[in-house]
């Protein structure tokens, strides 16, 4: 599915429960913060490579980070910007970029 047909199901589902007035900006990056520290917390307490899941683990990130990419498309919308030309944006500039890292 491209990015204007699920933006605009998205806004569909959000307008049809009155939800639009909800989703500001601050409000959406608030958001955000919330469903990555409920991602973060199926970390918690693993072994920091542990690539194993069950399946219902395996679930429970995938909705997790359905629900964070959810909300950044409701802020890209709002910021009149297409989240695929922004992620490819930012690409360029860090490919120009040197990190050091101190091991």
Known sequence: MEYKQ????LIEFRDSRGW???HTLPALARA???EAGE???LFLWRVENETD??????NDIK???ADILTYCYYMCEKLDVDPNEIVQEKLAINK???W???N
Do not use: A, G, P, Q
């Open 63 to 65: 909705f997790e980070l």
């Open 6 to 9: 699920l933006i605009e199901e």
């Open 53 to 58: 899941f069950s399946k219902k683990t395996r």
């Open 32 to 34: 955000v913060s919330v």
């Open 96 to 98: 120009n970029r040197h």
């Open 39 to 41: 991602l973060n917390e």
């Open 20 to 22: 639009e007035k909800y």
């Open 100 to 102: 050091k890292f101190d």
